[in-house]
C-alpha cells in the first residue's frame, strides 16, 4: 500500500500563486507515475500534470506555461507550482499514484484532496 498526503492548497487571487505537495509512504517502488488530478463540481475528474519516476512530464493543455511539476525522488515528494491561476482553476485537486508491481500488476492510489479556490 502507498499512503498520499497533500498540502498547500487555499484561497488566493486571481493572478496568484500556490504550491501542492504531495508526500507518499508505504511501498513505494521505484519506477512510477505521480500526477495531480483535479475535480470542480459537476466536473469529472481531469488530469492536471503527471511525471514518471524519471522526470519525464505531461500537462493538461489549459494549465501549460503556468503550472510547474516536479518530484524528489529522496523525499518521495511531488510538487505542483500553480503560476497565474485564474478562476477556472479553482476544484479539489487530487494526488494519484500509480506504480506496477513485480508481478506486473498496476496499483493505484489516490490522496485526499485539497481544495483550491481562486478569486476573481
Known amino acids: 500500500q502507498v499512503q498520499l498526503v497533500e498540502s498547500g492548497g487555499g484561497l488566493v487571487l486571481a493572478g496568484g500563486s500556490l504550491r501542492l505537495t504531495c508526500a507518499a509512504s508505504?511501498?513505494?517502488?521505484?519506477?512510477?507515475?505521480v500526477g495531480w488530478y483535479r475535480q470542480a463540481p459537476g466536473q469529472q475528474r481531469e488530469l492536471v500534470a503527471d511525471?514518471?519516476?524519471?522526470?519525464?512530464?505531461t500537462y493538461a493543455d489549459s494549465v501549460k506555461g503556468r503550472f510547474t511539476i516536479s518530484r524528489d525522488n529522496v523525499k518521495n515528494t511531488v510538487y505542483l507550482q500553480m503560476n497565474s491561476l485564474k478562476p477556472e482553476d479553482t476544484a479539489v485537486y487530487y494526488c494519484?499514484?500509480?506504480?506496477?508491481?513485480?508481478?506486473?500488476?498496476?496499483?493505484?492510489?489516490w490522496g485526499q484532496g485539497t481544495q483550491v479556490t481562486v478569486s476573481s
Open positions: 494519484n499514484h500509480k506504480q506496477r508491481n513485480i508481478f506486473g500488476t498496476r496499483e493505484e492510489y
Open positions: 508505504g511501498r513505494i517502488l521505484s519506477i512510477n507515475t
Open positions: 511525471i514518471a519516476s524519471g522526470r519525464t512530464t
